[in-house]
């Protein structure tokens, strides 16, 4: 059975353009069978300390549906790939209620995270 997930991905964009980017990880979803939902670009922020020597990264955000046993190959494939520095993925049974725009500053917090 297809469960709903919600995945972040922040995007190495200093080697290749956002739109290739974009399509490579719906290509690698589509691999593991998943089927997008919704995705939102939201925006390049600096990192508070460098990843992979990067100190800047675009976050991506992609709602979709997967069988929960091709979860892990997914996050596995993404940490073996050099312009998708980090992943996160959820399960995100109420996906139509979650916002795809990133948080205003004020929503942030003092810090700014």
């Given at each position: 059975?297809m469960?709903?997930?919600?995945a972040?991905?922040v995007?190495?964009t200093?080697?290749?353009p956002?739109?290739?980017?974009q399509t490579e990880v719906?290509q690698?979803?589509?691999?593991?069978g998943?089927?997008?939902l919704?995705?939102?670009?939201?925006?390049?922020?600096?990192?508070s300390?460098a990843i992979?020597?990067n100190k800047?990264?675009?976050?991506?955000?992609?709602?979709f549906?997967?069988e929960?046993?091709?979860?892990?190959?997914?996050?596995?494939?993404?940490?073996?790939?050099?312009d998708?520095l980090r992943?996160?993925?959820?399960?995100?049974?109420?996906?139509?209620?979650s916002p795809?725009t990133a948080?205003?500053?004020?929503e942030r917090g003092?810090?700014?995270d």
């Open positions: 059975m469960k709903p997930y919600e972040m991905f995007l190495d200093s080697a290749k956002f739109e290739a980017l719906h690698l979803l589509g691999r593991h998943a089927e997008i919704k995705s939102s670009k939201w925006d390049e922020r600096k990192f300390q992979r020597r800047r990264g675009t976050y991506y955000l992609v709602f549906k997967a929960s046993s091709a979860v892990d190959p997914l996050v596995k494939e993404c940490n073996l790939r050099t998708i992943v996160l993925v959820l399960d995100q049974p109420e996906w139509e209620k795809l948080p205003k500053e004020e003092e810090r700014g």
